[in-house]
C-alpha cells in the first residue's frame, strides 16, 4: 500500500489537491452485483478484483465514462 498516504500530512496534501482538481470523493456501498458486472464486462481481471484500490479505480473510471456520455 505505498501509495496510500500514511501520515495526517500526506493525507491534508491530497486533499488540497483534489480541491484544486475540482475532485470529491464519494463513499458508496457495493454490493458483489457492481463487483460481477466489472469482471463480466472485462473492465477487471479475478486478481484485480481482490486489490480494494484497484476495484475503487475502475469504478471511478466506469461513473466518469458514464456522466461523459450522458452530458453529450
Known amino acids: 500500500m505505498a501509495d496510500r498516504?500514511?501520515?495526517?500530512a500526506d493525507r491534508q496534501r491530497l486533499y488540497r489537491k483534489r480541491q484544486?482538481?475540482?475532485?470529491a470523493v464519494y463513499r458508496v456501498p457495493a454490493g458483489d452485483d457492481l463487483?460481477?458486472?466489472l469482471l463480466t464486462?472485462?473492465?477487471?481481471t479475478e486478481?484485480?478484483?481482490l486489490d480494494r484500490h484497484r476495484v475503487?479505480?475502475?469504478v471511478?473510471?466506469?461513473l466518469a465514462e458514464w456522466a461523459r456520455l450522458w452530458a453529450e
Open 47 to 49: 486478481a484485480q478484483a
Open 60 to 62: 471511478a473510471a466506469v
Open 41 to 44: 464486462s472485462g473492465r477487471l
Open 5 to 8: 498516504p500514511n501520515t495526517h
Open 56 to 58: 475503487e479505480q475502475e
Open 20 to 23: 484544486r482538481d475540482r475532485l
Open 35 to 37: 463487483l460481477l458486472a
